[in-house]
């Protein structure tokens, strides 16, 4: 079975920066699509970005769009979030998901009921 374990969350400042990893393993993520979510305190699940199997595709939440990038790397196992000009508003537990032969267009996949596999996630918070 597909294990997903995030890292890379910590305490940064409001502008900082921070890059998030999902590793895999059990199974090569060649074959996934993957997600990024996160869900702060007393709100729902929400979907920051999505990347397609190929990576030929991928999709941002508005609220992140130009400060984030997601991108995979299947020879590692490992998809990754890079974070740029961290807002407080950013403050969440990040969640790495992945689905099997997923082959819907990266917006269209990007909400959390469509992901099977799901990561323990990572803390980050943005603070001064």
């Known amino acids: 079975q597909l294990q997903l374990v995030e890292s890379g969350g910590g305490l940064v400042q409001p502008g900082g920066s921070l890059r998030l990893s999902c590793a895999a393993s059990g199974f090569a993520l060649d074959y996934y699509a993957v997600g990024w979510f996160r869900q702060a305190p007393g709100k729902e699940r929400e979907g920051v970005s999505c990347i397609s199997i190929s990576a030929g595709d991928t999709h941002y939440a508005d609220s992140v769009k130009g400060r984030f990038t997601i991108s995979r790397d299947n020879s590692k196992y490992t998809v990754y979030l890079q974070m740029n000009s961290l807002e407080p508003e950013d403050t969440a537990v990040y969640y790495c998901?992945?689905?099997?032969?997923?082959?819907?267009?990266?917006?269209?996949?990007?909400?959390?009921?469509?992901?099977?596999?799901w990561g323990q996630g990572t803390q980050v918070t943005v603070s001064s």
């Open positions: 998901a992945a689905k099997l032969k997923f082959r819907a267009t990266a917006q269209d996949m990007c909400a959390p009921h469509y992901f099977n596999s």
